[in-house]
């Protein structure tokens, strides 16, 4: 089933030095169950996208496009009604959960006031509940734990707690920002485990936004890969792997270390990102595209579908070539 | 001789605050001992507060060591007077993770370089601009960029400038600590592969902080794996990649996600998290999280032994000779 879908969302911050082109005109979709990579360097609007379908752009705009949820337009939502779908049925991870959790307050505390506001259930209820949750994400002695402020617990174990909250009204979509970039490699597969472990309980769609390759190819079902503010492509994961389309993902792809041979020089995709501010007229990769031809200069190219459920934009792809 | 020789190096910080009374001292690096040979790269991985940037910290003589020594060309770092230090202070550079928290925001690059070219008389006042020009070249910037200030490059470029500073007063040693770890992947490979240039041109040894394991692999000769403040592993990177010998190593290998999602995989994840470097710790440091800890593991803590040539390990369960006599059937 057909849970999210986002067609042609465009998000802009008007700034002094110019209007930064954050989000442009993206599009992607997401199935029960599934989870979804949406990976790109950092800058290139990962966040962004994620915070626009939670409408949480107070600094820019949502200029156009829109997001269907069950279908149910949420960027014309009142807003009270907007409320309950955001950390109800759509709830939102990030990498640095501190910055997320109130620091006065004990964890158990801001579970509970998470349940009893979204379940409308008496306290009591709420705290076995509580409790309950916390067990499930993995965290030892929860009673004892649900007593602590955040900063006395580890990222690993702040991360689970952050986890807990998401997931203690069921959302029917989890967005996970970079929830383990901020974490040792050892804790991080702990919380990916957990995250696999939930959705399959569950039934979460889970959008998970990273820029490791890796994560996602263990993760995720379908990959949408972000360059500067656009998606250049996007496929089922298998796909994407064995067979990138846009020079971009094949340069990402390059840029990996060879696991089995040791190199004795790294790929590299030469130059770096364009300023958002300040963007090209023609492809936004141009400038570092081995395969650039003229009219990468002149026109935009267009997200188009090459088969098996692919979709690319790059005037290589494009029907009139 | 070895460029650089760490020996039983210590550092104990002490507590202060709200955790006093518990034991008095976080024990950041515990008895750590490693050699780097010159023109080479020795990494040291680890989890994050594993210690490894303390020990460089230490290996610079930024921090004085509760015990142990730092030999560099043969001198001991701590027993010097305080212009051998300075003399020896300049062949050992180092560059950090965030190149914008070390550069001066009010000063170009070329008069940063130049500062730093006469200040310490590493060549004649006449050709200080020519060699500024030439270092920016090596670490492949171009002349122009010397009357730019770091707010106008990208994270890549200034790295760069970072690079090119350490370089600039001919350093032998370079403590390079999480060097790429800030970077985009598309970017991170300029700079490892500028680091690996250097070092043939300029016969530069690096001691190399990271906690990615795959950046280590390409960078580094041997490495060095840290837990809790000491050295579980050492050996050859290739070796340390195809046949790791402590757990602890072969769980941070399994743990590394995998960019090909056909071998996604499913054997058992390290459970836990590393302790704090806290109070007593008796024992072997891993064996809170160690899938095949024993009675003996918990008392007594394992030394840093040779089990196969150049290849150290500390775990009660790994014997010299016989490698192989510990599997998960003959554990528990
Ligand atoms: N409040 C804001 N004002 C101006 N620019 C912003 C704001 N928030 C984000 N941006 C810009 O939008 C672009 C995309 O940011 P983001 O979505 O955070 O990237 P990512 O998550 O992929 O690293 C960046 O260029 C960023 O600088
Ligand atoms: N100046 C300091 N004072 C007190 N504790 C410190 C200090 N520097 C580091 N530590 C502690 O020492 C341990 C090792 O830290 P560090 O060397 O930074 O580890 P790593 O670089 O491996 O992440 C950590 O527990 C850290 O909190
Ligand atoms: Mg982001
Ligand atoms: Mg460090």
């Known amino acids: 089933m057909k849970v999210l879908e986002v067609r042609g969302l465009t998000t802009r911050f008007y700034t002094l030095e110019g209007v930064v082109k954050a989000v442009e005109n993206v599009s992607f979709e997401m199935w029960g169950g599934k989870t979804l990579g949406l990976v790109g360097e950092s800058g290139c609007g990962k966040t962004v996208t994620a915070l626009s379908i939670m409408r949480l752009i107070p600094q820019g705009e949502i200029v156009s496009g829109n997001v269907r949820y069950k279908g149910r337009e949420l960027l014309k939502l009142p807003e009270g009604e907007m409320r309950r779908i955001r950390g109800g049925e759509i709830a939102m991870i990030f990498q640095e959960p501190l910055l997320s959790l109130n620091p006065v307050f ?15 259930t008496s306290r009591m209820e709420a705290e076995s509940f509580m409790i309950k949750l916390l067990e499930l994400v993995g965290i030892p002695s929860p009673r004892e734990m649900a007593g602590c402020y955040p900063h006395q617990l580890s990222g690993g174990m702040r991360q689970r707690v952050m986890i807990a909250m998401a997931i203690s009204t069921q959302p029917s979509v989890l967005i996970a920002d970079e929830p383990t970039t901020a974490l040792d490699v050892t804790i991080a597969s702990q919380i990916l485990e957990l995250m696999r472990e939930l959705q399959s309980k569950f039934k979460m769609s889970i959008l998970l936004i990273t820029h490791d390759l890796g994560v996602i190819a263990e993760m995720a079902d379908a ?65 570092r595209c081995p395969y650039a031809i003229q009219v990468c200069k002149e026109a935009k190219p267009h997200l188009v579908d090459v088969g098996s459920g692919t979709f690319v934009s790059c005037h290589l792809y494009q029907e009139e070539l | 001789m070895s460029l650089l020789s760490v020996n039983q190096l210590k550092k104990y910080f002490p507590l202060r605050g709200r955790f006093l009374g518990s034991s008095g001292y976080i024990r950041a690096v515990d008895g750590v001992s490693f050699k780097v040979n010159s023109g080479e790269t020795f990494a040291l991985v680890g989890e994050s507060g594993s210690g490894k940037t303390t020990v460089g910290f230490l290996v610079l003589g930024l921090l004085r060591p509760t015990e142990g020594e730092v030999y560099f060309k043969g001198e001991d770092l701590f027993n010097l007077r305080v212009e051998e230090m300075r003399r020896i202070r300049r062949s050992m550079q180092m560059v950090f993770q965030d190149p914008y928290g070390s550069l001066n925001p009010r000063q170009t690059v070329g008069g940063m370089l130049k500062e730093v070219l006469s200040f310490h008389h590493v060549v004649e006042p006449d050709l200080v601009e020519g060699r500024a020009e030439e270092i920016l070249r090596l670490v492949g910037l171009k002349p122009v960029c010397k009357s730019r200030y770091p707010h106008e490059f990208s994270g890549g470029e200034r790295q760069r400038i970072a690079i090119a500073r350490a370089i600039s007063l001919e350093p032998e040693l370079i403590v ?42 390409f960078i580094s000769q041997r490495v060095g794996v840290m837990y809790l403040g000491k050295l ?29 999602p056909g071998r996604r995989k499913k054997e058992d994840l390290l459970s836990g998290e590393m302790p704090d470097a806290l109070g007593k710790l008796s024992g072997c440091r891993f064996s809170s999280r160690c899938p095949y800890v024993r009675e003996k593991c918990r008392r007594e803590e394992p030394p840093l032994v040779e089990v196969e040539e150049d290849h150290f390990a500390a775990c009660h369960l790994i014997k010299p000779q016989a490698v192989d006599s510990y599997s998960d059937s003959d554990s528990r």
């Open chain 1, 223 to 287: 990959v949408a890969v972000m360059y500067a503010g656009e998606i250049v492509e996007c496929a089922e994961v298998g796909h994407l792997f064995k067979k990138p389309l846009h020079p971009y993902t094949k340069g990402l792809l390059e840029c990996l270390p060879d696991p089995v041979r040791r190199e004795t020089y790294l790929k590299t995709i030469p130059g770096h990102v364009p300023d958002l501010r300040n963007l090209p007229s023609g492809c936004n990769f141009q400038d």
């Open chain 1, 106 to 120: 004990t964890i158990g505390n801001q579970i509970v006031e998470a349940i009893v506001v979204h379940k409308r």
């Open chain 2, 176 to 217: 390079a600590d999480e060097p790429v770890s800030a970077l985009d992947v598309s970017i991170r490979g300029q700079i490892l592969n500028l680091l690996r240039e250097l070092q043939e041109k300029l016969n530069l040894a690096y001691l190399f902080i990271a906690h990615d394991l795959a950046v280590v692999r």
């Open chain 2, 232 to 260: 579980l592993e050492v050996a050859d990177t290739e070796k340390l990649f195809k046949k790791p010998l402590h757990p602890y190593t072969k769980a941070l290998l399994s743990a590394i996600p995998i960019p090909d």
